[in-house]
């Protein structure tokens, strides 16, 4: 979010006193740096209290990332948040775990062994993301010029389905590239593998897959795309090469269906990325993505820090972070190895499937994911709906008992239908999920007999909704 002068909306300082303590006896403004410190325990509570009003992580059913460690992993984490990432010479014992993850990873998505893989931990997917992108416009553009394509008078483009995340659409931007969408359809929510060659020329710099489209947790059909685009890569003058965004897939997917083609194992696939902090269960802040060799890597891209003396390649957009994310990454693939995140996952997976038949048995609902891959249920109401009520109203409804459901429209072309999904993780258990399908319940025969009182405009009530 942005911030600036219009956003000084509260009044400009604290009510005194809390607690009836005489240390907290002062004025403390709220947009200007208060002249003077305050105890520590006084800052802990009014901080503390600011946060109170707000929703509880683990009810939020709206997030994939993490909203639970355990504790030994949140001591590991508290005690190594002074630890810079991007200090390898400093910490070199931290620069090995980062090292082995990288390793782990690339074997869970099979890079292949004649081949020299490469990988970088990130603050995210996005970042990874980014990354992901410019290494493939980087290489486009050293192809396209010595295929004799004019690259300076004409922008490259990239392309991916209408279901994309936000994170695309900024890689975009900020590195002027053209984004071509391949639009999605009510009868296919993925990409339209059949038709995506349309959108390639050659100034394509790449299609990306989506393993885990945000609005509904689909995957996009990698195998096909894949084999597609070997078709078209038999004639066109610079290749296209595929970089998937399995952000919530990367890490679940291995695990869950390690027999679905989607990574290394396809030709065209060149890299990857993905979030730690979603189903490798860590904290937000890491990320990862790998390239299946170092030549789809552009050694423009590489910068060098120093290590024990010599130095160390980085491909990176920031630069100082803190690096206990990935030593919580590596203490989850060492605490819970391949088949501890297997039994997690199919928990939470067995989960999901319980709710999306607690969402069906209403008979209200149409299906677009009942956590068949991915842990996510989403769905929309029947076209024959007799209520006056929407899925905004059925998201207050839940917000009442604390459940942070969102309700958002579906993308570009299909923005009439409005959708509600929940994210189920490690953290939400059986238990959990029995007091939610009551609650879910309920709050429908509530709505039922309810006069709905909500905004009049219905455009007003349309909430976007990117993560
Ligand atoms: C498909 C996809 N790509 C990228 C991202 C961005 O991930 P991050 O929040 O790790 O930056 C998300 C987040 O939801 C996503 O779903």
Same mark, same amino acid.
């Given at each position: 979010?942005?911030?600036?002068?219009?956003?000084?909306?509260?009044?400009?300082?604290y009510?005194?006193p809390?607690?009836?303590?005489?240390?907290?006896?002062?004025?403390?403004p709220?947009?200007k740096?208060?002249?003077?410190?305050?105890?520590?325990r006084?800052?802990?509570?009014?901080?503390?209290?600011?946060?109170?009003?707000?929703?509880?992580?683990?009810?939020?059913?709206?997030?994939?990332?993490?909203?639970?460690?355990?504790?030994?992993?949140?001591?590991?984490?508290?005690?190594?948040?002074?630890?810079?990432?991007?200090?390898?010479?400093?910490?070199?014992?931290?620069?090995?775990?980062?090292?082995?993850?990288?390793?782990?990873?690339?074997?869970?998505?099979?890079?292949?062994?004649?081949?020299?893989?490469?990988?970088?931990?990130?603050?995210?997917?996005?970042?990874?993301?980014?990354?992901?992108?410019?290494?493939?416009?980087?290489?486009?553009?050293?192809?396209?010029?010595?295929?004799?394509?004019?690259?300076?008078?004409?922008?490259?483009?990239?392309?991916?389905?209408?279901?994309?995340?936000?994170?695309?659409?900024?890689?975009?931007?900020?590195?002027?590239?053209?984004?071509?969408l391949?639009?999605?359809?009510?009868?296919?929510?993925?990409?339209?593998?059949?038709?995506?060659?349309?959108?390639?020329?050659?100034?394509?710099? #790449?299609?990306v897959?989506?393993?885990?489209?945000?609005?509904?947790?689909?995957?996009?059909?990698?195998?096909?795309?894949?084999?597609?685009?070997?078709?078209?890569?038999?004639?066109?003058?610079?290749?296209?090469?595929?970089?998937?965004?399995?952000?919530?897939?990367?890490?679940?997917?291995?695990?869950?269906?390690?027999?679905?083609?989607?990574?290394?194992?396809?030709?065209?696939?060149v890299?990857?990325?993905?979030?730690?902090?979603?189903? #490798?269960?860590?904290?937000?802040?890491?990320?990862?993505?790998?390239?299946?060799?170092?030549?789809?890597?552009?050694?423009?891209?590489?910068?060098?820090?120093s290590?024990?003396?010599?130095?160390?390649?980085?491909?990176?957009?920031?630069?100082?972070?803190?690096?206990?994310?990935?030593?919580?990454?590596?203490?989850?693939?060492?605490?819970?190895?391949?088949?501890?995140?297997?039994?997690?996952?199919?928990?939470?997976?067995?989960?999901?499937?319980?709710?999306?038949?607690?969402?069906?048995?209403?008979?209200?609902?149409?299906?677009?994911?009942?956590?068949?891959?991915?842990?996510i249920?989403?769905?929309?109401?029947?076209?024959?709906?007799?209520?006056?009520?929407?899925?905004?109203?059925?998201?207050?409804?839940?917000?009442?008992?604390?459940?942070?459901?969102?309700?958002?429209?579906?993308?570009?072309?299909?923005?009439?239908?409005?959708?509600?999904?929940?994210?189920?993780?490690?953290?939400?258990?059986?238990?959990?999920?029995?007091?939610?399908?009551?609650?879910?319940?309920?709050?429908?025969?509530?709505?039922?007999?309810?006069?709905?009182?909500?905004?009049?405009?219905?455009?007003?009530?349309?909430?976007?909704?990117?993560?």
């Amino acid at each position: 979010m942005l911030y600036g002068k219009n956003d000084q909306s509260k009044t400009s300082l604290y009510a005194r006193p809390i607690f009836g303590s005489p240390s907290s006896d002062r004025d403390i403004p709220k947009y200007k740096l208060n002249p003077d410190p305050i105890e520590p325990r006084i800052a802990y509570q009014l901080v503390k209290d600011e946060l109170l009003d707000e929703g509880v992580a683990r009810q939020n059913l709206a997030t994939f990332c993490q909203t639970y460690m355990e504790p030994e992993a949140t001591k590991l984490l508290g005690e190594t948040l002074e630890k810079n990432a991007i200090d390898k010479s400093e910490y070199p014992r931290t620069a090995e775990l980062e090292n082995r993850c990288v390793n782990m990873i690339a074997d869970l998505w099979h890079a292949p062994e004649q081949e020299n893989y490469m990988g970088t931990s990130t603050v995210g997917s996005s970042e990874a993301c980014m990354l992901g992108g410019m290494a493939m416009k980087f290489r486009w553009r050293t192809r396209a010029e010595k295929a004799g394509i004019d690259v300076i008078s004409r922008r490259p483009n990239l392309v991916i389905s209408s279901g994309y995340q936000v994170c695309w659409e900024k890689f975009c931007v900020y590195w002027d590239v053209d984004m071509r969408l391949v639009p999605m359809t009510r009868d296919n929510m993925s990409i339209d593998v059949a038709n995506v060659t349309d959108y390639i020329d050659e100034y394509t710099i #790449g299609v990306v897959g989506i393993l885990g489209i945000t609005y509904t947790g689909c995957y996009d059909d990698i195998e096909a795309l894949d084999a597609k685009l070997t078709e078209y890569n038999k004639t066109a003058k610079v290749s296209v090469p595929i970089h998937v965004d399995a952000a919530s897939g990367g890490l679940y997917t291995p695990f869950m269906e390690p027999d679905l083609k989607w990574d290394f194992r396809l030709d065209n696939v060149v890299s990857i990325n993905t979030s730690g902090h979603k189903y #490798g269960l860590v904290y937000p802040g890491i990320g990862w993505v790998l390239w299946r060799d170092c030549d789809y890597l552009p050694q423009e891209l590489i910068f060098k820090v120093s290590y024990l003396g010599g130095e160390m390649p980085t491909m990176a957009i920031n630069f100082s972070r803190s690096a206990s994310q990935i030593i919580g990454q590596f203490y989850n693939f060492m605490r819970f190895g391949y088949n501890g995140y297997k039994e997690i996952h199919q928990r939470t997976h067995d989960v999901a499937v319980f709710l999306a038949k607690t969402v069906e048995d209403t008979g209200r609902f149409e299906m677009y994911n009942n956590g068949e891959h991915l842990p996510i249920v989403c769905y929309k109401l029947k076209d024959d709906n007799a209520h006056e009520w929407t899925l905004y109203d059925l998201a207050d409804r839940l917000q009442m008992k604390g459940w942070q459901v969102p309700a958002y429209p579906l993308p570009a072309d299909l923005q009439d239908t409005i959708i509600q999904r929940y994210v189920v993780r490690a953290d939400f258990g059986m238990n959990m999920a029995d007091e939610f399908a009551d609650d879910f319940r309920n709050a429908i025969d509530e709505l039922d007999k309810a006069r709905v009182l909500s905004e009049k405009n219905p455009d007003n009530r349309v909430r976007g909704f990117t993560h």
